[in-house]
């Protein structure tokens, strides 16, 4: 026999007692598991201990030198303190400025626990929680904010912000803003004053009008004009929150010259910072202000010598023009718009970031403009439209519908229709969702006359039976689909469609696809031809298909078909089947039943007092799903008057229905 060969003659593998042997150990390595019985788990501290020992072990935190130990509880320090109770609250102040001077991690761990501690003050003392939180919870914040590094100080400062509403307005400005100042006057200390602008921003709501105005303003502005480049920089991060407090009279006066300082500031990282929130602060100025001094503002930062200020001047242009809606807006903004696509200003940028931007933000600068200015944007749209990278073309797709309404009809029709057609047929999944999504949308504004070659597009975009998602789109679309088209066109297709949708081998498409039928059955509620009777047909139809899925689907449909204008349709053609249903052998279509009856229930709906659904609900009462139980039970108990808790005979009361109009909407 030939080495490396069984007896059959297939290969087999050699191997040696000292691999095997080496193999054995390694498997033992990864398969067992030691425990070292001297190392701490940080998180093992005993909640379950009694309350007593629990608090002796609190008291003495500040002297435990195991960082460890002292780590996993403060971890766990908020459910302590619920379970030693009341009598923690006097001690509580000095066990967490004990803890302040520890490490970093146990600092941040302390943080971590603030907000709850808050939450145990307020339950266990609601009416001196305030007094309770300033005693408490501000002077460990304090402490943290003035002697930690910078993550911590942030962390402290924002906790700090949201404990300002905890305490009274009086002790905002004794115990808060006292500590604000002190941080904002550390020449020493950098990361203090960057500290002090967030907290001046966090805080202004909770300071109000009177106190930025008359301290907490001037200390910004005066940090404004700080040497050092990366405070300045967090003074105009944080212009635009406390500029949303101050008087109109105060923000023209101190913070917009204030701005337009900044932005001519000799670091490019304070201008970028301009950049960044010029849109953001332009609707918090005087129109004039807007019109003029920030258009000339942003003019200059698309012309400024550094790339990264330049290119965030052109992602945010667009925003910029939607901010002058109502008033003329400059020609050379929208010269430096619609150059956004040419490469010569594109590849300033990496990944498309400035197209990108410009296909976000057409929508809006469109909107501004008006339909006037579309010969100007025209090849800008287009060569959005038409550009290779997909997370351009997405933003072109989803908001298609918007171009329609604001073009009219024949626009939609000659310049528009051809790029969805476009991007229907785009190899990226993303965007020829972007472009379904709203398809219904678009062909409303398409010229009536001309929509019966749209539903060669409905028909061609479900071609593909993996593309689940691409029906799952149409079918939540049913209903405003039925509203596009003649009732002929309707029946002829949209019908087929939506039931061919109900019997989807996906079931989500199935579940959307059933809601929506009502609205076929709408479409044609005053037509005499035949058309009424057979979507009335159709439907029943699925109440007595073999498929499970089917009776799913026509239970679901009856969510909506009981609440059509006329309940009498209901009660003639589906109510039987409802019933029928409600007694199916498989548990998820009765299931299915009770959720439709819960939610007409809750609705008041016009069956909710028919005697045969209250008949149905008590059967359910008692049926072998658990899950069925629990949704009648709650229907009996919480929905159903205490005359109606026995099955009676009476007629629908035709007072009080909820009804659907034919658009679909509850009357």
């Known amino acids: 026999m030939e080495p490396g060969t069984n007896k059959e003659g297939e290969g087999s593998l050699q191997v040696s007692q000292n691999d095997m042997q080496r193999i054995e150990e390694e498997i033992n390595r990864e398969e067992t598991f030691k425990v070292d019985p001297h190392k701490i788990d940080e998180n093992a501290v005993f909640v379950e201990e009694s309350p007593d020992k629990a608090f002796g072990v609190l008291k003495s935190l500040a002297s435990n030198q195991n960082d460890a130990e002292v780590l996993g509880y403060v971890k766990n320090l908020g459910d302590l303190t619920y379970l030693i109770g009341d009598r923690i609250i006097d001690s509580l102040g000095n066990i967490l ?57 942030e962390l402290a400062g924002n906790l700090m912000a949201e404990t300002a509403e905890d305490i009274t307005e009086e002790d905002r400005g004794a115990h808060i803003l006292t500590v604000v100042l002190e ?31 008359h301290f907490a303003g001037f200390e910004f502005l005066s940090l404004g004009e ?26 023209n006066e101190r913070f917009l010259p204030f701005f337009l300082r900044m932005s001519e500031d000799t670091a490019w990282i304070v201008r970028k910072a301009c950049v960044d929130c010029i849109y953001k602060l332009a609707p918090l100025s005087e129109p004039s202000f807007r019109q003029e001094e920030l ?40 010269e430096h718009f619609v150059r956004m696509t040419e490469p010569s200003i594109n590849n300033i940028s990496t990944d498309n970031e400035i197209m990108h931007a410009c296909a976000y933000n057409f929508p ?61 047929r785009d190899t990226s999944d993303e965007v020829k969702y972007g472009a379904i999504e709203h398809l219904s949308d678009f062909m409303m504004i398409f010229p009536e006359e001309g929509r019966e070659p749209l539903i060669d597009l409905i028909l061609e975009i479900q071609k593909d039976q ?51 039928i009502y609205a076929l059955l709408v479409r044609v509620l005053d037509e005499s031809s035949g058309y009424r009777g057979a979507v009335i047909e159709q439907i029943q139809h699925f109440s007595t298909l073999n498929k499970f899925s089917h009776r799913q689907a026509f239970a679901r449909m009856c969510k909506r078909l009981m609440l059509l204008p006329e309940p009498t349709l209901f009660e003639e053609h589906f109510l039987e089947g409802l019933l029928r249903v409600a007694r ?73 229905h909820q009804s659907l109009s034919p658009d679909g909407k509850t009357e």
């Open 584 to 656: 199916d052998p498989i548990p998820n279509v009765r299931i299915t039943v009770a959720e439709v009856l819960l939610s007409h229930f809750k609705k008041n709906g016009p069956f909710a007092r028919h005697p045969k659904i209250l008949e149905t609900v008590h059967d359910m009462a008692s049926d072998k799903s658990k899950e069925v139980q629990k949704i009648m039970n709650h229907i009996l108990s919480e929905h159903c008057r205490e005359e109606d808790q026995k099955p009676r005979s009476m007629e629908i009361e035709n007072e009080g």
């Open 364 to 424: 809006a600068v469109l909107t501004t403009l008006g339909p006037s200015k579309w010969p100007l944007l025209q090849k800008t749209f287009a060569a959005l439209a038409k550009s290779t990278d997909k997370k351009v073309r997405r933003p072109i797709a989803c908001a298609l519908h918007e171009y329609a309404k604001l073009l009219g009809p024949e626009r939609t029709a000659s310049e528009l229709y051809p790029v969805l057609r476009s991007l229907l």
């Open 183 to 213: 941080m904002a006057h550390n020449e020493n200390n950098e990361d203090n004053r960057v500290v002090a602008i967030q907290l001046i921003s966090n805080l202004s709501q909770s300071f109000g009008r009177d106190l930025c105005e």
């Open 226 to 251: 700080d040497p050092v480049i990366k405070v300045r920089k967090e003074c105009v991060i944080n212009l635009e929150r406390i500029c949303q407090v101050v008087s109109q009279k105060f923000r």
């Open 97 to 153: 400025l004990g803890l302040t001077g520890r490490n970093e991690e146990i600092r941040r761990a302390v943080l971590g626990q603030i907000r709850m501690l808050r939450t145990f003050l307020k339950e266990k003392s609601p009416s001196n929680y305030h007094t309770l939180i300033r005693d408490i919870i501000l002077p460990v914040l304090s402490r943290l904010l003035l002697n930690s590094n910078l993550e911590v100080k």
């Open 466 to 516: 993996k593309k689940w998602r691409v029906r799952e789109l149409i079918a939540r679309q049913i209903d405003r689909l039925a509203a596009v088209f003649n009732t002929q066109m309707t029946f002829a297709f949209i019908v087929p469609i939506s039931f061919t949708l109900c019997n989807d081998v996906v079931s989500i498409v199935r579940n959307q696809a059933s809601k929506k």
């Open 295 to 334: 258009t000339n503002v942003l003019l200059r930062f698309l012309k400024d010598t550094n790339k990264w200020v330049k290119i965030s001047a052109y992602k945010h242009l667009g925003a910029f023009i939607y901010t002058l809606k109502d008033l003329t807006v400059d020609d050379r903004l929208i």
